[in-house]
Structure formats: structure tokens, C-alpha cells
């Protein structure tokens, strides 16, 4: 099946720092990855629609000048967290979907997750 | 608007025995249903999807589900459980049709437990 792959699988960093994460489709073009947040024991919560060539589409709630999406290729997303802080510690997932394969093109395909962890 | 709920947070079993996670969904159209899993440290993991076909989905590693619109449910069954089955399920509906608006609302979670 499809592959997606995020880097990296963990971070830890300084508060005040910036942060990117990775996310990448590895055997198929995706003109749209979505970026999710999951905390402990709860379930994903949408961040961002991330549209290749043009600007994410970001949830309500959600500040764009605090997680910046960039969705340059067909293969790859990435997100940056701003300025992190201790709030923005959580597990980002991405998923790409597959519009080239009809059959499949329903389907989004997940990556394995990042873990960020801001002292 | 669309939503899922997932009526358990927590489910155990023992090995052998049947399992049932339940799911009512909201939904103003036919939607478009799935179950994901989420093993601990590995990515989601499509189990089954409903688009508005067969009202019975068969899915991968024993899972099916099965579509009641009088219900509004897509509760996920298998007859035997493993000790793999063990982790996170998730019911998913989508939010709209293509392009942006083709993005995923997740339930809550249920957390299957299988015992010896």
C-alpha cells in the first residue's frame, strides 16, 4: 500500500524555538496532505488542509503564523512550529491522499506520527 | 454537519470471543465512513471504508462493519478476537466532497483490549 513518511519520529526542544516537521508520500503524488494533532488519550483534531503550490487552509482556531504549512512538491509537506512552546506539545500526524489511483483516491494514507516535546 | 460518536471509550475481551466497537454517525447526506486503527509508535491504519455501496464492508484482518442508515450506525465487528487486535480504533467520517473539504472528522477513540 501507499507510504507516508514524517521526520522526525520524535523532537525535543527549547522553548522559543522553531520546529520543523516532515511529511512525505513516498510512492504516489499528493496534491493535498492534511496535518492533525492528537493529544494524550484524545483524537485527532484537524489542523490544516495543505494544497500543493497554494496557501493551507487552516481550521478555526488554528494560527497560521504559529504552525506555517509549506506544500512545495507533489511529495512533500512540511510544518513548522513558531516559537514553541510547552502548550504545543503533542503528537502531529499527517496524511497525504492518493488522487492519481480513482480506486483510491478516497483514501488518505497516514504518516507515523511526530512527537514534539517543548521543555 | 458531520460527526461520529463512538459510544465506548474502552473495551476488553478475551481472545476467541467476538468483538463489537460501536459508531452513530450525523450526517445531513450519505456519507463517506471508515475505521481506522492506531497501534502504539505506527501510523494509521485503514481498516474499512463504506461509500455507499454494499451496506456491509468487509475489511482487512477479520474487521467488517456494517452501514444502518435507520441507525445512523457503522459499528465495527470481528468474530474472533486476537491478541494483535489490541489498539486504537477510530470511526471516521468525511467532511464534504474533494478537494479541501475532503478531510477526515475522527470519533473519540475506543480502545480495545484483548486478553489471554
Known amino acids: 500500500g501507499a507510504v507516508v513518511s514524517q521526520h522526525p519520529s520524535r523532537v525535543i526542544c527549547k522553548s522559543g524555538t522553531s520546529v520543523k516537521i516532515e511529511c512525505r508520500s513516498l510512492?504516489?503524488?499528493?496534491?493535498?496532505m492534511f496535518w492533525y494533532r492528537q493529544f494524550p488519550k484524545k483524537s485527532l483534531m484537524l489542523m490544516a488542509t495543505?494544497?500543493?503550490?497554494?496557501?493551507?487552509?487552516?481550521e478555526q482556531g488554528v494560527e497560521k503564523d504559529k504552525f506555517l504549512i509549506n506544500h512545495a512538491s507533489l511529495t512533500l509537506s512540511t510544518l513548522t512550529v513558531t516559537s514553541a512552546h510547552p502548550e504545543d506539545s503533542s503528537f502531529y500526524i499527517c496524511?497525504?491522499?492518493?488522487?492519481?489511483?480513482?480506486?483510491?483516491?478516497?483514501?488518505?494514507?497516514f504518516g507515523p506520527g511526530t512527537r514534539l516535546l517543548v521543555l | 454537519a458531520q460527526s461520529v460518536t463512538q459510544l465506548d471509550s474502552h473495551v476488553s475481551v478475551s481472545e476467541g470471543t467476538p468483538v463489537l466497537l460501536r459508531c452513530n454517525y450525523s450526517?445531513?447526506?450519505?456519507?463517506?465512513l471508515f475505521w481506522y486503527v492506531q497501534h502504539p509508535n505506527k501510523g494509521l491504519q485503514l481498516l474499512l471504508k463504506?461509500?455507499?455501496?454494499?451496506?456491509l464492508v468487509k475489511g482487512i484482518n477479520g474487521f467488517e462493519a456494517e452501514f444502518k442508515k435507520s441507525e445512523t450506525s457503522f459499528h465495527l465487528t470481528k468474530p474472533s478476537a486476537h491478541m494483535s487486535d489490541a489498539a486504537e480504533y477510530f470511526c471516521v467520517v468525511r467532511r464534504g466532497y474533494g478537494g479541501s473539504q475532503g478531510n477526515l472528522i475522527f470519533g473519540k477513540g475506543t480502545k480495545l483490549s484483548v486478553k489471554p
Open positions: 495543505s494544497n500543493e503550490g497554494s496557501k493551507a487552509t487552516y
Open positions: 496524511s497525504a491522499r492518493d488522487w492519481a489511483s480513482l480506486p483510491l483516491k478516497e483514501t488518505q494514507y
Open positions: 463504506y461509500t455507499s455501496a454494499a451496506t
Open positions: 450526517s445531513s447526506y450519505s456519507p463517506s
Open positions: 510512492d504516489f503524488q499528493a496534491t493535498t
